[in-house]
């Protein structure tokens, strides 16, 4: 923890470095789930926990960081990297794979539910959704793809990966919910694989 | 309104024959609001509405009739059974201009929006929803591209225009997002036609 950067609290009580940064993240999912995303505000949260805004800021980067880190979002940037690390042809398998194994998993899957469930509620969590998806995903997307339709061919994949989820995992239809996870990674990869390859209509 | 096969309200008021649907209506929707789908009763609301569960059934079939129609679900019936009407061979076409005539439209939005609010949200709203989307889409679906993998082929398709309504319309990613209907509508059409043509993986 660089306790030694902290700035001294305004206000309130200042709890030890150690569980600093554990009682922002308290405090900030008490406030999204309460007051929404668009309503909360860094200071009014720093006021709560009883820190300066900008130790915040020194902590998860911005709003949109301190949302990802309180919902547990289990994407780390490190493995966004690692899908376009092996070049614009790798990208399917990789992405596929990584997608996977992250909505296979019922306790990673919640906190991706859940950011769905404000996205389709209230515009500033549309806009919170798409904001980290262009920062960790879509942006090394979009450059490893390259070419001048790059954009949309990454929106197209994103709309591929998202739709995928909710059909499989939330709405549970069947037969696509209970086949297998490896035949279900091969679809999935091949299928975007294409949107990078080939020609759009 | 068919007032003559209506029966007597078992209790409370009950309403000229004219506003009796529009009063079912605005308790169930004041129910699924405030208890959920789940936990929504037909008697529940019959109860409250002061009129007899059958003719809740009578007007609106089911439970999940109840809802589509409370929350003004812009597809019809009729419309889902013309995107088959001509064939397999036409339905990435159709499919694609019926949903885009939909999502295109704020107002037909925003139901489908607060479908999959509510799905992303309850078990109960996510099975609300695949019940919907099995009768009145996919199975009319599945019946029209034949074959054993039929099922997964639908799947897919649903995914997709769930995917692609969610990037472009909710989270709004560019240049998805102000991309022109038709080129969406013949990438997409081109997309769902290639499901049903090709061998999966």
Redesign the interface.
């Known amino acids: 923890m660089p306790s030694g950067r902290s700035r001294p609290a305004r206000t309130g009580r200042r709890p030890g470095p150690t569980d600093t940064r554990g009682e922002i993240l308290r405090v900030a999912r008490e406030s999204f789930a309460e007051t929404g995303y668009g309503a909360s505000s860094l200071r009014g949260i720093a006021r709560t926990a009883g820190v300066d805004p900008a130790l915040i800021v020194h902590f998860f980067g911005s709003k949109a960081g301190l949302f990802i880190a309180s919902i547990g979002w289990p994407f780390s940037p490190a493995e966004a990297r690692a899908v376009v690390a092996d070049g614009p042809q790798r990208v399917g398998e990789n992405l596929a794979a990584m997608f996977m194994r992250h909505w296979d998993d019922e306790r990673e899957r919640s906190p991706i ?1 859940a950011m ?2 404000v ?3 209230e515009p500033a969590g ?2 919170m ?2 904001e980290f ?2 920062e960790y995903m ?1 942006e090394p997307l979009v450059e490893t793809i390259g070419g001048e339709d790059a ?2 061919r990454a ?2 994949i ?7 989820g ?3 995992y ?7 919910a209970s ?1 297998p996870s490896p035949l279900v990674t ?2 999935l ?3 975007i694989q294409r949107l990078i390859d080939e020609p ?2």
């Open positions: 539910l769905l469930h996205a389709t509620g549309a806009r959704m798409r998806l262009v879509l954009g949309v929106g197209l994103a709309s591929q990966l998202i739709g995928l909710l059909t499989r939330v709405l549970g239809y069947e037969p696509l086949a091969k679809i990869a091949a299928s759009l209509p």
